[in-house]
């Protein structure tokens, strides 16, 4: 199974501002909800896919040759190459 950790890739990509924690506010509303908090996850992720495309191609470059056979990213370089 491929996995993407959102947690350590937020922290690479929002380098100055990192952020992560998911903003929960169907808690006001219910207990925790395992799909919502897939949902939330996901819009990290694309915040990330987003905010890596706006890196300049040297640094990507840099970033990918340093991380693209690593544990925590290898999945996320794989995803945005077939992409």
């Known amino acids: ?3 993407i950790d959102t947690l350590r890739l937020s922290s690479l ?3 100055r501002h ?3 924690r998911l903003i929960k506010d169907y808690k006001l509303d219910k207990e925790n ?3 919502e908090d ?3 996850s996901l ?3 694309e915040n990330c896919c987003i905010e890596y495309k706006k890196i300049d191609i040297e640094n990507q470059n840099i970033l990918y040759t340093l ?3 690593t544990n925590e990213f290898k999945t996320f370089f794989q ?3 077939e992409k």
Do not use: C, Q, S
Request: hydrophobic share 55%.
């Open 1 to 3: 199974m491929k996995i």
């Open 13 to 15: 990509i929002f380098i």
């Open 18 to 20: 990192p952020y992560h």
């Open 33 to 35: 909800d395992p799909i």
């Open 38 to 40: 897939a949902k939330l």
């Open 43 to 45: 819009e990290v992720f």
């Open 67 to 69: 991380l693209k056979d």
């Open 79 to 81: 995803y945005l190459i």
